[in-house]
């Protein structure tokens, strides 16, 4: 393999998707890595561990030494191989630990050593986080956002994706923002979704350019925190408002969150066990509201929920849903929406469906502004 100069090229690595490989501690990788990123550790957490606190007591000499003991012979050899492996799937890819420093020069000569050339980033994750929480803070004063909102289950995010330069808040939070948004997968950590949100926006402005379309969001998606300036942002931002007839709403909430989401439980848990947390799923997320929606509200919709999961159980019909879904759009999402949209009236700039709404975002567009 011809040999590659170690890079600083940050936006390069991330608005072209480079394979990067974290050698840093699973603990550490866990707490907030990139969306390119894998792990592949120079040392396991309890190895860290001891060298951390042998560096404490007893100087970078002796932390050194050890772990030269605790990373020899078997084990060296599986971490060598790991790092090959990577190598091999992705020869255009980087190493880096921490601060680029002694762990990114030890993995990269143990490489050389077993005939592979390879290079790190200088600075290593903690560059790449500072240029992402730097270029993020910059993008937010220098982009137009536009702000894609409507009603409780219009299919903002469907139309989102039609639009011409899309950032998908939701899908980075792997969240759909309700009491109902879970996913069956777990949400990423926080510096995950700051770190996956600033690499979209970094792609929406280089690569495509023009207004950033986003989909209205409260600061919470999920567990994952909008970063304050961000959110500020929007807030002030022009507004698309998506409006669909009702019954398409139900539809369209129907399908996304009883049939998909079925659908996603039984393929990650199997027929029995998937069923079972579909419909503790639902059941849960109704019980998250039952403060807002009062008592009396809350149990007569948990019983249409619960009847409408019973003929869903005994006969595949989903139909019985609509019940529970209408009346919940009707009584508690419409009313709390609106309240929402009557104090933002002044930065309106187009109501319709999803054709009307795509429709002004690409006449509108111009992505040299």
């Known amino acids: 393999m011809a040999s590659r100069p170690d890079t600083s090229d940050y936006l390069n690595l991330f608005l072209n998707d480079v394979p990067l490989m974290d050698v840093r501690a699973p603990v550490e990788f866990s707490k907030g890595s990139f969306p390119n990123a894998e792990n592949a550790p120079l040392m396991n957490d309890g190895e860290r561990h001891r060298v951390g606190i042998c560096y404490k007591e007893k100087g ?14 078997d084990v060296k050899a599986q971490r060598i191989e790991a790092w090959k492996r990577f190598v091999a799937r992705h020869p255009d890819g980087y190493l880096f630990c921490f601060r680029g420093g002694l762990r990114s020069r030890l993995t990269q000569q143990w490489i050389k050593d077993a005939g592979i050339d390879y290079p790190l980033v200088k600075g290593g994750y903690k560059a790449l986080r500072r240029f992402l929480i730097d270029s ?5 004063d220098s982009e137009d956002f536009r702000i894609l909102s409507g009603r409780t289950g219009t299919g903002k995010t469907r139309v989102l994706m039609d639009l011409p330069n899309p950032v998908d808040l939701e899908g980075l939070a792997n969240h759909r923002g309700s009491s109902f948004g879970r996913q ?8 995950d979704f700051e770190n996956h949100l600033a690499v979209a926006m970094l792609k929406a402005h280089h690569l495509v350019g023009g207004p950033v379309y986003l989909e209205d969001e409260s600061r919470l998606i999920g567990r994952c925190a909008l970063p304050e300036h961000f959110r500020a942002r929007m807030s002030e931002s ?32 199997g027929e029995e066990a998937g069923w079972l947390n579909f419909r503790d799923y639902l059941l849960n997320a109704i019980d998250r509201i039952r403060k807002r929606l009062g008592g009396a509200r809350h149990q007569e919709l948990r019983a249409l929920m619960e009847q409408a999961l019973e003929q869903q159980e005994r006969t595949g019909d989903t139909s019985g849903h609509h019940l529970w879904i209408e009346a919940l759009l009707t009584d508690y999402y419409d009313p709390m929406y609106d309240y929402q949209l009557s104090q933002k009236q002044g930065r309106i700039l187009v109501r319709g469906g999803p054709d009307e709404i795509t429709a002004y975002a690409r006449e509108h567009h111009n992505p040299y502004n």
């Not at 993020?136 to 937010?140: C, P, R, Y």
């Not at 398409?248 to 998909?260: A, L, P």
């Open 238 to 269: 022009p507004l698309l408002i998506l409006e669909q007839p009702m019954a398409e709403r139900v539809d369209i909430i129907r399908t996304d969150y009883v049939e998909h989401m079925l659908a996603d439980y039984i393929a990650r848990d």
């Open 184 to 191: 069956v997968t777990p949400q990423p950590s926080q510096i």
């Open 60 to 73: 970078q000499d002796k932390a050194i030494e050890l772990g030269h003991q605790l990373v020899a012979g």
């Open 136 to 140: 993020l803070d910059q993008l937010i």
